[in-house]
């Protein structure tokens, strides 16, 4: 069956930079997108931005451009999302998710925490 | 980047009534080369990542009951639950993945029982 895990909750200080990572299984990585998602305290849904493990192409949020990459290795199927810069506003769950056009299938969430 | 605005932001619903969501896309998200809308609808539970239950605006994901219909066209989309259960409260989300375009979701909907 498809899975995504993520890494484990991060705690950061501002300015610092974090990386996430979505181990994917139970299907061909390299076949669909993986995308970033991240949802503020109480807060909705806002979308980062998108890999294609394939061929490593990325796609961003206008609001994350310049401060978020996107990678992967296929030779452990897993995606990476590390965003710089950090500020309290980047305090939120970050999910990765698969593409099928639409999300039919989504990690459990990373917890960041940005705080002095 | 397509905008996807969603109403009412919050609504209280008795047990076994009608809910009914709105979303409306800033542009045609009619896709073209299928002839179907670019419109997913997700339910997320506290504590828990999004879940999804409609896609190409009308069609149910496996296992959703089939109390939740998605419809429209357009730029106009609806997302009904014909008879709230207590299992259904939830923020819903409506969104667009038209094409290449830049993803985008709905504020979202939060669903209560009155």
């Known amino acids: 069956q498809v899975q995504l895990v993520q890494s484990g909750a991060e705690v950061k200080k501002p300015g610092a930079s974090v990386k996430v990572s979505c181990k994917a299984s139970g299907y061909t990585f390299t076949d669909y997108h993986i995308h970033w998602v991240r949802q503020a305290p109480g807060q909705g849904l806002e979308w980062m931005g998108w890999?294609?493990?394939?061929?490593?192409?990325?796609k961003f949020a206008q609001n994350f451009q310049g401060r978020v990459t996107m990678t992967s290795d296929t030779s452990i199927t897993t995606a990476y999302m590390e965003l710089n810069s950090l500020t309290s506003d980047d305090t939120a769950i970050y999910y990765c998710a698969r593409e099928n056009w639409y999300f039919n299938f989504w990690g459990r969430g990373t917890l960041v925490t940005v705080s002095s | 980047d397509i905008v996807m605005t969603q109403s009412p932001d919050s609504l209280a619903v008795s047990l076994g009534e009608r809910a009914t969501i709105n979303c409306k896309s800033s542009q045609s998200v009619l896709y073209s080369s299928n002839n179907k809308n670019s419109v997913a609808w997700y339910q997320q539970k506290p504590g828990q990542p999004p879940k999804l239950l409609i896609y190409w605006a009308s069609t149910r994901e496996s296992g959703v009951p089939d109390r939740f219909t998605g419809s429209g066209s357009g730029t106009d989309f609806t997302l009904t639950i014909s008879s709230l259960q207590a299992e259904d409260v939830a923020v819903y989300y409506c969104?667009?993945?038209?094409?290449?375009?830049?993803?985008?979701f709905g504020q979202g909907t939060k669903v209560e029982i009155k």
């Open positions: 969104q667009q993945f038209y094409g290449s375009s830049r993803r985008t």
């Open positions: 890999i294609n493990p394939s061929s490593g192409g990325t």
